[in-house]
């Protein structure tokens, strides 16, 4: 009850700060710069120029303060060992690090998989969905794994994926199916390469609904008239998907493509959950993780956490324009 009425207290107290703040920055804006008098036209002018920093003074400083400064400090770890300035130690350490290829390449494996295989996924089920009766219902159960976290997902699919000893009752539904159709068990999160392909699967299956929702809008935009006229010349409706539909709305693709790709250079929660990167499938953000707050070097901590922030910017940036150009800015 204590930490419930702390919240409260902080959010109340939150809110009519920030009331406080407006009313009483744009007061003495006013008193500054006073509407009235000889110089009226000059001080609204001023004032007019000021005001809208009031609103975003306290935003950019925060935006500041938690965005540019950790990655001003993480810089200036990357270049220390032990307390001291090593220069380009870390970043040495890292082109040799077995763990950190291995790191690479299942960072790449994620990325062609699971963006491809979500975006594609969520481009049928947007189209199915909008085709059939209770699509609305079915598009619900596709997007519900979207409001659970990346740990639920990895407690959810720890239980398909579970593996008991050969002599034991298996409890995980992959396995159940496998000895009901006389297969033995396996420990799938311990198969080279394959428990790579099952942790991506977790992804899959959370930002399908994404995918399918933004595309859905997107569909339900393409104009009737070139569909009409698409069949009208005798197009098939697998013509009109590919050929009319999908080229129409290719740039919101790219941007759902991004934005999951986005997500996926930054991959943590699942394979932290579910295997912490033991058995072949460590991934840049979790090897961060380990090095930062398991064994204290925060040296190349830092390292790895600007290799995958190098990694992340490109897209960003791509996908900020690319939006923005399909918004008509």
């Not at 700060?17 to 036209?41: E, H, K, Q, W």
């Not at 609204?44 to 935003?59: D, N, V």
């Not at 033995?184 to 899959?204: G, H, K, R, S, Y």
Request: hydrophobic share 55%; charged share 10%; aromatic share 12%.
């Amino acid at each position: 009850m204590q930490q419930i009425l702390f919240a409260l207290a902080s959010v109340i107290t939150g809110c009519f700060g920030c009331v406080a703040y407006f009313f009483l920055s744009n007061l003495i804006l006013d008193r500054v710069f006073p509407p009235r008098g000889p110089g009226a036209a000059g001080n609204i002018r001023r004032a007019s120029a000021i005001r809208p920093w009031l609103f975003l003074g306290p935003a950019v400083i925060v935006l500041g303060l938690y965005l540019v400064y950790p990655v001003l400090e993480s810089l200036r770890l990357s270049l220390m060992r032990n307390g001291q300035f090593a220069g380009l130690e870390n970043y040495r350490w890292l082109i040799h690090e077995p763990k950190f290829h291995e790191s690479l390449i299942n960072n790449l494996m994620w990325l062609v998989f699971v963006p491809t295989m979500a975006t594609l996924i969520g481009l049928f089920a947007a189209q199915l969905t909008d085709s059939i009766r209770g699509g609305a219902i079915a598009k619900s159960l596709i997007f519900m794994p979207m409001a659970i976290s990346f740990v639920g997902a990895s407690v959810i699919w720890k239980f398909v994926y579970e593996y008991r000893g050969a002599d034991q009752a298996q409890i995980g539904l992959l396995n159940a199916i496998v000895t009901a159709l006389g297969g033995e068990p396996q420990a799938w999160l311990a198969l080279p390469f394959w428990n790579t392909v099952f942790l991506m699967l977790i992804m899959v299956w959370m930002q399908t609904g994404f995918a399918m929702v933004i595309l859905s809008a997107a569909l339900r935009g393409i104009p009737d008239e070139t569909i009409e006229a698409a069949i009208l010349d005798g197009a098939n409706p697998w013509q009109v998907f590919w050929r009319i539909k999908v080229p129409q709305i290719w740039g919101t693709i790219a941007v759902v493509w991004t934005t999951i790709t986005i997500l996926v250079l930054k991959i943590f929660d699942i394979v932290f959950a579910m295997t912490n990167g033991q058995w072949g499938t460590q991934v840049l953000a979790n090897m961060m993780y380990d090095w930062s707050f398991r064994a204290g070097d925060f040296g190349r901590g830092s390292a790895i956490a600007l290799v995958i922030m190098v990694a992340v910017t490109p897209l960003m940036v791509w996908n900020i324009r690319n939006a923005r150009a399909e918004g008509g800015e």
